[in-house]
């Protein structure tokens, strides 16, 4: 078993609401994605509490076209960096937190 | 050819709403009380990993058309572009060394004189096009807070 395997497993064991789902709210540089903003996103953020981190991440860059795959993405709790293995329930994430994308451009 | 500072005033204003909701969020703090037609500045105040503050000047002048000289200052502005301001990992020069910073041109004396001023909106590689004031304080947020310490 690997260590992430593990780290579910424990998770599992330790978050038994694992498959409630949680809204949350994610503030981009593009806009804010909630369960109303924008009017035209094609997915909301409502999530089972298993889902991974970079799925959050994927979708957050999908519905305001973060397309550029050298920048760097990265979610935030104010100042905890959210890991994108990591799942929600690990961090205990709840209804309408607020969440940040971080998008840092290529380097010169 | 020059930007009339009314019209770099305007479009200042029309990033600001979200470029104010994202620092926000991000838990900066920005400061606009002397934001004018004459005086196109505004200031960021960003933290790095151990929580030590970086204070960073936007002036505008010219924007859109070109981008803004974006510089560390110390904490009452009145010293700026010193190396024991800016956090470790930027450019020794000492420089912001992105196109949205006019101070990385060559034409003004920065280290990149293989870009015009007028492409500053262009990607770098398949990076995303840092093109709002937005999106500028995401990337300086994101590099400040992967940095320990100062530069000097």
């Known amino acids: 078993m690997s260590n992430i395997q593990a780290q579910e497993a424990n998770n599992n064991a330790a978050h038994p609401d694992k498959d409630k789902t949680v809204r949350l709210r994610v503030q981009t540089p593009r806009g804010l994605w909630s369960m109303t903003e924008p009017a035209e996103a094609p997915t909301r953020p409502l999530y089972k509490q298993s889902t991974k981190i970079e799925q959050v991440i994927e979708d957050a860059r999908e519905v305001f076209r973060f397309v550029e795959q050298d920048s760097k993405y990265t979610l935030w709790r104010g100042d905890e960096n959210l890991e994108p293995q990591r799942t929600i329930v690990s961090y205990k994430i709840e209804d309408d937190t607020l969440l940040v994308l971080s998008v840092q451009g290529g380097n010169a | ?152």
């Open chain 2, 1 to 152: 050819m020059s930007v009339p500072a009314e019209v770099s005033l305007q479009k200042i204003k029309a990033e600001l709403p979200l470029a104010l909701a994202y620092a926000n969020s991000a838990g900066l703090v920005v400061d606009t009380t002397k934001l004018t037609s004459e005086d196109l500045r505004f200031f960021v105040a960003f933290k790095n990993s151990i929580g030590e503050e970086s204070y960073v000047e936007f002036d505008c002048r010219e924007y859109p058309m070109h981008p803004p000289t974006v510089e560390f200052v110390n904490k009452d502005r009145t010293e700026r572009g010193l190396k024991q301001l800016y956090p470790r990992g930027f450019h020794e020069t000492p420089c912001i060394c992105m196109r949205y910073n006019r101070k990385a041109y060559g034409e003004r004396g920065g280290p990149h004189k293989d870009w015009r001023l007028l492409d500053w909106q262009l990607p770098t590689a398949n990076g995303v096009a840092i093109d709002t004031l937005t999106l500028m304080i995401s990337d300086l947020n994101s590099k400040i807070r992967a940095s320990t310490g100062r530069m000097a």
